[in-house]
């Protein structure tokens, strides 16, 4: 009788590896793409609030030069900031621009509770539009 128990517990232990090595095979991890892979780069960049407000260009050029101009370079505001990259430069779109002024970077500061959200809006709008981008 124990002779049959222990048989049996062997059985069941090896149903339930083979269990876990089919598991295994089910999902390999791909290694080779099939087909053509998207050629637009998909954003890093989260949607924020700002990023639904309409930016006032005119506007965010003082919020820029108060709050940004230390550590960037942007030749419509006349700042000349090398802690950040260069936004001449860089020209971020209107999401990244927002999006980066609310959450921060690695290194730069969130201005979510410093600055409303119209007022990333608006300087946004002002990195955008004066390196040649469209803001809404
Ligand atoms: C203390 C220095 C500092 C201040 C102040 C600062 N930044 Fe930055 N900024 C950085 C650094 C450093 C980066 C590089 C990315 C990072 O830190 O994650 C950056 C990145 C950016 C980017 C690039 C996002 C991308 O596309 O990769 C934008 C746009 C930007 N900053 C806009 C602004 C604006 C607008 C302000 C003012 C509201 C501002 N920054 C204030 C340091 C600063």
Known sequence: MRRIVLIAAALLGGVVLAGCGA?????????TVVGTTPTTPTTTFPIV???HKKGDPTKGKA????????CHTLAAANA??????????????????????????AS????KSSLSTQDIADVAAFVVTSTGGKAP
Do not use: H, R, Y
């Open 23 to 31: 598991e295994g095979v089910a999902s390999p991890l791909p290694k």
């Open 49 to 51: 609030p700002a990023f």
């Open 63 to 70: 919020i820029f030069v108060a709050n940004c101009s230390s």
């Open 80 to 105: 000349t900031g090398t802690t950040g990259p260069n936004l001449d430069q860089l020209k971020p779109d209107f999401q990244a621009a927002t999006a980066q002024v609310t959450n921060g970077g």
């Open 108 to 111: 730069m500061p969130p201005f």
